[in-house]
């Protein structure tokens, strides 16, 4: 048990996930067999090459590590341990992140801003941030009508007007979805994306 004063408001909170492949998986057996005394793992281990390695899909498991982002726009990393180290800091009238999504393939995240921003970040090991890729988008309203989801390997965005956005991250492409809604269903859609990915996350953690 540990807890820590981070002296803001919270708005949100991102647990990390494990990005695990079929191919690793197959090579931790094979060690946990070998050293078990089994030769034919002993023996599929000692001839096993890269190139004849077939690509396995990624998948995510959940752990204990999360980032928590407060109102003032700070993002702070809490390992299992429960170290608290500060990853990302926005200047004095910066935007702050509404949303914070994990990646469902690698060890990423993107963030929606309240300026509707968005940004790709590669996580490292340690919980450290670096940024990939940023686009800023327009909407009318507030801002606080933007709101993200994943659409398998792509990225649905809504900003308030009548259009779906589609980013897929991969291929560096966009494309325009539009809908025939008046603009009290685009808000009333904005707070279910909304809503629906933080009951997803919390469904997960439980």
């Not at 949100?12 to 090579?27: G, K, N």
């Not at 989801?149 to 589609?166: F, K, Q």
Request: charged letters at 20%; one cysteine or more; aromatic letters at 6%.
């Amino acid at each position: 048990m540990f807890s820590h004063d981070l002296r803001e408001a919270l708005l949100l909170i991102c647990f990390r996930r494990t990005v695990e492949s079929e191919v690793r998986e197959e090579m931790a057996s094979l060690a946990k067999a070998a050293v078990a005394g089994d030769e034919n793992a002993l023996d599929t281990l000692t001839n096993w090459r890269p190139r004849t390695a077939a690509r396995g899909h990624a998948g995510v498991q959940d752990n204990h590590c999360f980032y928590a982002c407060t109102q003032g726009g700070v993002a702070y990393y809490i390992n299992q341990g429960g170290t608290c180290t500060e990853v990302m800091k926005s200047g004095p009238h910066q935007p702050s992140i509404l949303q914070m999504l994990w990646h469902p393939k690698k060890d990423a995240v993107i963030c929606l801003m309240d300026d509707l921003t968005i940004t790709l970040y590669l996580v490292e090991s340690t919980g450290i941030l670096t940024e990939l890729d940023r686009v800023k988008l327009s909407g009318r309203g507030t801002n606080k009508n933007g709101a993200i989801a994943w659409a398998g390997n792509s990225l649905a965005i809504i900003t308030g007007d009548l259009t779906v956005r589609i980013w897929d991250i991969e291929r560096s492409d966009n494309y325009l979805l539009k809908m025939n809604l008046p603009s009290y269903s685009l808000a009333r859609m904005s707070s279910s994306m909304s809503s629906s990915q933080s009951n997803l996350q919390w469904r997960e953690q439980r």
